[in-house]
């Protein structure tokens, strides 16, 4: 394996042996949502100069409900709940050399368009490299 590969790897098996693992899988509906871009697309994009995306909304969704459900955010450290005063959400970024999963810290400090930002900056990093 390469350099980054091989990081990838251990920092997946660390994340493995120190973190509860969690997937779900719901479906929503997304019209109240796809009617908001459309509404406010233009104006969003004109205001802060990015796009207003899908995984804003999912990420601020994520993050109050988190902020919501304290416990789901906790980590266990030796025989201790550890609460968090922070959120931080990593997001899935494809690149041509595979996956990278860049964490957005303090996302219950940002705004929308703060979330579209630093994902736009994190993906152009991972994608370089």
């Not at 041509?96 to 703060?114: A, F, S, T, Y």
């Given at each position: 394996?390469?350099?980054?590969?091989?990081?990838?790897?251990?920092?997946?098996?660390?994340?493995?042996?120190?973190?509860?693992?969690?997937?779900?899988?719901?479906?929503?509906?997304?019209?109240?949502?796809?009617?908001?871009?459309?509404?406010?697309?233009?104006?969003?994009?004109?205001?802060?100069?990015?796009?207003?995306g899908f995984m804003s909304g999912f990420v601020k969704a994520s993050t109050i409900a988190l902020k919501e459900q304290p416990v789901v955010n906790a980590v266990?450290?030796?025989?201790?709940?550890?609460?968090?005063?922070?959120?931080?959400?990593?997001?899935?970024?494809?690149?041509?050399?595979?996956?990278?999963?860049?964490?957005?810290?303090?996302?219950?400090?940002?705004?929308?368009?703060?979330?579209?930002?630093?994902?736009?900056?994190?993906?152009?990093?991972?994608?370089?490299?």
């Open positions: 394996m390469n350099r980054m590969r091989i990081r990838i790897a251990d920092r997946l098996k660390d994340a493995q042996n120190t973190n509860a693992m969690l997937t779900t899988f719901n479906e929503i509906d997304m019209s109240a949502y796809i009617n908001m871009r459309k509404d406010f697309g233009e104006a969003f994009l004109k205001k802060h100069d990015v796009k207003l266990i450290d030796g025989k201790d709940m550890v609460y968090r005063d922070f959120v931080d959400i990593s997001v899935a970024v494809s690149t041509p050399k595979g996956l990278v999963v860049p964490v957005l810290r303090n996302c219950q400090d940002m705004g929308m368009h703060d979330v579209e930002k630093e994902l736009g900056a994190l993906g152009k990093k991972a994608r370089e490299g």
